[in-house]
């Protein structure tokens, strides 16, 4: 990888796209009883990414790394009445855990070697200390930039509000892991561990397009958006290529995830239908929020990487750049499902009717389609999507209508062009995703994919029978060891130690003290007779005397022979 700074472009955006979420939130969450801690959480979280994106001190970087992941956990469960944020912020904070380890290991293997925390040090770290700091570094990114295996709290974290998804998703917390990829990339020289760094962002890639695929809550179908795009960008072979995708992505995400947003608040306003979020409940909305249909689709262009948009510059260079066939194949892949998940979301929401419902009156089939009547969000909220939308068009930028220049070619002074068999080719498999999607999705079928719906490829399962139910298991055996053989030793040992306790009291008190006792009895009554023989008075000692007598005379006729 080459070695590449991107700390101002990343400044940039970032406060960008967080004043944006600021001035639409004011409006998402004008209803909110909890507007003013949702609004401290969210300065903390903005303040926790500039403080990674402008640290140079490893230690520093930790911390903010922390202080995302703590805000985050906040915001993901900021509705505390539902069960189910409750358990998203958990399961998000659970699993970024293994990444903070992995950090903290990172963190102790450079101070082992150099001594120091500067970032600028790494460079002199040796070989086998790069492999081993790398391997942890990658392994803290994995959790932070959802990576296969470690991708599925991040469709969970949409329990979160719509506003912080789009932060959540374009700028700040999954962006950190790929942040710290391109920053620290004097890490990663061995071409094997940056190979399996490909093949792990190109699975995850995969896996996150078709989940998206699948998926009918809008939220988790850019979630899952989110996973594939950031698998692309791990995948990349340089760090030109990964901050320019990383920036343009930042752009049309956050409007794609406002745009979702815009729909839910407007479905949720009209008080038509229960779950607002499922998009089979949707259709026809570009008719009554044109606005929001002409941002959303501007963001949705990019994402699926048409010319004129800021997605199309950045991804025909991934594909004018592949290193190898892994990565090669999966981003012409990635190339022809994203356009064709895209136009699916698009379908689903804009056109078309509704979700249908049968009844049955007199025999006949009766097909009803749900009429949803809603109304353009307020212009608090339309504006940061109107900005969104412009910063995803490379057109507006460009001095040439055909170079497709974008914001982030700007800010990186990166204006190399894909070649045009890459560009026609790429042209003609979008074309060839949007034809097949409207083909398969112009009738809106519902089809039911548990696999992909809620299960999270099974890896949810996978984790919970590999690692939280052994894991339970384990706790309830040491705590079964310690109630039943533990704590019973113990109470057995504390009964011994205290009736030994009463019996060495009993010895002494009845034995010793009473052994004590007598012979002090004894020794007074004794001298209390010896102190009579000579007490001074005349009648005592003629008694002794004739006692002397009496036991002569006895002695005298009983003991001595006749």
């Known amino acids: 990888m080459i070695g590449l700074t991107t700390d101002s472009p990343m400044i940039v955006i970032t406060s960008l796209i967080s004043f944006l979420v600021h001035v639409y939130s004011i409006g998402y969450m004008a209803d909110d009883k909890l507007q003013k801690k949702y609004f401290g959480i969210l300065g903390l979280f903005t303040f926790s990414m500039l403080g990674l994106v402008m640290s ?46 992995s950090f ?61 998804s789009a932060l959540l998703h374009s700028a700040t917390m999954v962006a950190a892991g790929v942040f710290l990829l391109i920053r620290f990339s004097a890490v990663f020289y061995s071409p094997d561990f940056i190979l399996l760094i490909s093949i792990i962002g190109a699975l995850t890639a995969i896996m996150g397009a078709f989940g998206a695929l699948f998926q009918y809550d809008i939220k988790k179908i850019l979630a899952y958006s989110t996973i594939s795009q950031l698998g692309l960008m791990v995948m990349s ?60 689709g501007i963001c949705a262009a990019s994402l699926s990487g048409l010319p004129f948009t800021s997605g199309f510059s950045s991804k025909e260079m991934i594909l004018s750049h592949s290193a190898n066939w892994i990565t090669m194949g999966s981003a012409w892949l990635i190339t022809f499902l994203t356009p064709l998940y895209t136009f699916r979301l698009v379908w689903y929401v804009f056109f078309g009717k509704p979700k249908a419902t049968e009844t049955q009156t007199h025999g006949l089939t009766l097909v009803e389609f749900e009429v949803v009547h809603v109304q353009e969000v307020p212009w608090i909220m339309r504006i940061p999507m109107l900005v969104l939308a412009l910063a995803s068009l490379s057109i507006l930028v460009s001095r040439n209508s055909f170079s497709f220049i974008s914001v982030s070619n700007l800010l990186l002074r990166f204006h190399e062009a894909p070649t045009l068999f890459i560009s026609l080719l790429s042209l003609l498999i979008i074309f060839s995703a949007v034809v097949l999607g409207y083909i398969l999705y112009r009738d ?22 590999g690692i939280i139910k052994p894991t339970l298991a384990l706790a309830q055996a040491s705590l079964t060891i310690d109630k039943n053989w533990i704590d019973r030793a113990l109470h057995r040992i504390v009964y011994a130690q205290i009736a030994f306790s009463h019996l060495i009291g009993w010895g002494d008190r009845v034995v010793i003290d009473g052994l004590v006792n007598r012979i002090a009895k004894i020794s007074r009554g004794i001298g209390s007779l010896t102190r009579s023989f000579s007490n001074g008075k005349i009648q005592s000692y003629i008694t002794w005397a004739m006692l002397a007598v009496i036991i002569f005379i006895i002695y005298m006729i009983f003991y001595l022979p006749s």
């Open 56 to 101: 140079t001190n490893l230690l520093v970087t930790f911390c903010f790394w922390e202080l995302i992941g703590f805000s985050s956990y906040l915001l993901i469960g900021h509705s505390s009445k539902r069960i189910e944020a409750g358990a998203a912020a958990t399961k998000a904070s659970l699993m970024n855990k293994v990444g903070d380890i």
């Open 104 to 164: 903290i290991i990172f963190l102790m293997i450079i101070w082992a070697n150099l001594g120091s925390m500067e970032s600028l040090s790494l460079q002199y770290l040796s070989a086998d200390s790069k492999l081993s700091a790398s391997i942890f570094l990658f392994i803290a990114v994995m959790a932070k930039s959802a990576q296969f295996p470690l991708f599925t709290w991040l469709p969970d974290a949409m329990e979160g509000p719509t506003p912080v």
């Open 237 to 296: 072979s340089s760090d030109y290529l990964t901050s320019a995708h990383l920036m343009n992505h930042a752009f049309f995400k956050a409007g794609l995830f406002l745009g979702a947003g815009a729909v839910i608040h407007a479905l949720h306003r009209a008080h038509e239908i229960k779950d607002v979020n499922d998009i089979r409940h949707m259709g026809n909305l570009r008719k009554q929020m044109p606005y929001t249909f002409i941002c959303f």
């Open 444 to 465: 809106r079928p519902s089809y039911s994919y548990p696999i992909f719906l809620t299960n999270n490829f099974f890896l949810d399962k996978l984790y919970q029978l």
